[in-house]
């Protein structure tokens, strides 16, 4: 039997709440093009059956941020612009996606991603962070690129069915986690510019550990890039397209050849501010003062980025969302960036055109990012209290 499901129209709730305790230390080529209606979810064509095999003997204690425990099972949807609809093909094996060489992600880029990650939490459960944050996000960027936005419960039946299906690659407790990778393309054929006639939604996973090879907790270090930039005012910063990514390579392959973790983005407009690293937000400490890039467009609205800011104002914190001058914050008492891959990153240190700023002691997080990501991976693993109402329980 089909199940129809409506995209939400109700407001986005908040919450904020103190959590003082804490104390410091096959592609369909129908024609057509893209509704701005409500789309609809015609339900699953019985796929779901599927079982995933149970995982190799992956080495939890040094796993990475890769593909080596690429799960086996992944979830596929795709709509049509002639119906105005979402059908949800199910689990399906992790295998390459048949698509013609006219498909229009393939010429003209219409593809936007997410990331979150499952995890085994000290209750024993496997669960999720603000899964229905990505979901909004992906709608938003959806908008941006004239893509049909999937509808809510369709994102979260998505991820949900990935996570139960490859349960056997989720880590154990404190091990890693499994990464989620949500892909929104336009796989449909087209020759001239413009929207694809069918999209495709699928969710992939890998057990993943820390993303920088460093670990953790070991500070990173970071160099502020001079020559390009990221984005500019009035584009896609805001939005985690495919294009936004691929442009960053060749410079953060330089940087990374010089000893660098990643590069840090300056604004396009004045060379002077702050906005994003090329894989994450990035935070700038004074004392109890704590300022973050604003959300202006040309930088990424980061589901973690939000939790940060609100988690240090229940701390007690100032946060400042504004213009940061790179000067500050090479004169800053920390910096600390933030993402769903790299969770929350100490910065050892910031070069800007030869001059090195280092943070605290070598190897050692600043103590504010440390507070805030105990503060912060504590209530994703369920070992404090989640006052926030951030953890989504993946039901079995």
């Not at 936007?112 to 603000?130: M, N, W, Y």
Request: aromatic share 8%.
């Amino acid at each position: 039997m089909l199940r129809r499901f409506f995209a939400p129209s109700a407001a986005r709730p908040t919450a904020r709440r103190s959590i003082a305790c804490l104390k410091p230390p096959a592609p369909v080529s129908s024609p057509g093009h893209v509704s701005t209606s409500r789309s609809r979810l015609l339900a699953s064509r019985g796929a779901a059956t599927l079982a995933a095999t149970p995982a190799p003997a992956l080495d939890w204690d040094t796993l990475g941020f890769g593909l080596t425990g690429v799960a086996p099972l992944v979830f596929r949807a795709t709509y049509r612009a002639d119906t105005d609809s979402w059908e949800s093909h199910g689990m399906e094996p992790y295998a390459p996606l048949p698509v013609y060489p006219s498909a229009q992600v393939l010429n003209y880029g219409q593809s936007i991603f997410e990331g979150l990650k499952a995890q085994r939490s000290a209750k024993g459960r496997i669960v999720l962070f603000r899964p229905l944050e990505n979901a909004r996000r992906m709608a938003d960027g959806a908008d941006r690129l004239l893509m049909p936005p999937p509808p809510e419960d369709l994102f979260l039946e998505a991820v949900e069915s990935v996570v139960r299906a490859n349960k056997e690659w989720v880590p154990p407790y404190r091990k890693g986690s499994l990464y989620l990778r949500p892909l929104l393309l336009g796989t449909g054929p087209i020759l001239g510019v413009g929207p694809a006639p069918s999209f495709t939604l699928v969710v992939f996973a890998a057990a993943v550990g820390a993303y920088f090879k460093s670990g953790q907790l070991t500070p990173i270090d970071l160099l502020v890039e001079t020559d390009y930039h990221r984005a500019a005012p009035r584009g896609t910063g805001a939005t985690k397209c495919a294009g936004n990514y691929s442009p960053g390579l060749v410079r953060a392959k330089k940087a990374k050849d010089a000893g660098y973790a990643d590069v840090v983005y300056l604004d396009a407009k004045t060379d002077t501010l702050l906005e994003e690293v090329s894989s994450c937000n990035i935070f700038v400490v004074q004392g109890r003062v704590i300022r973050t890039p604003p959300l202006t467009g040309s930088i990424l609205p980061g589901v973690t980025r939000r939790s940060v800011i609100a988690l240090a104002q229940s701390l007690g914190y100032e946060v400042r969302e504004e213009a940061v001058p790179v000067a500050d914050a090479m004169r800053a008492d920390e910096v600390f960036t933030t993402g769903t891959a790299v969770v929350l990153s100490s910065v050892g240190s910031l070069t800007l055109r030869g001059e090195r700023r280092q943070y605290g002691q070598a190897g050692q997080a600043g103590p504010v990012a440390l507070q805030l990501y105990q503060a912060l991976t504590g209530i994703q693993s369920e070992e404090i209290e989640d006052s926030f109402g951030w953890v989504h329980l993946v039901k079995a």
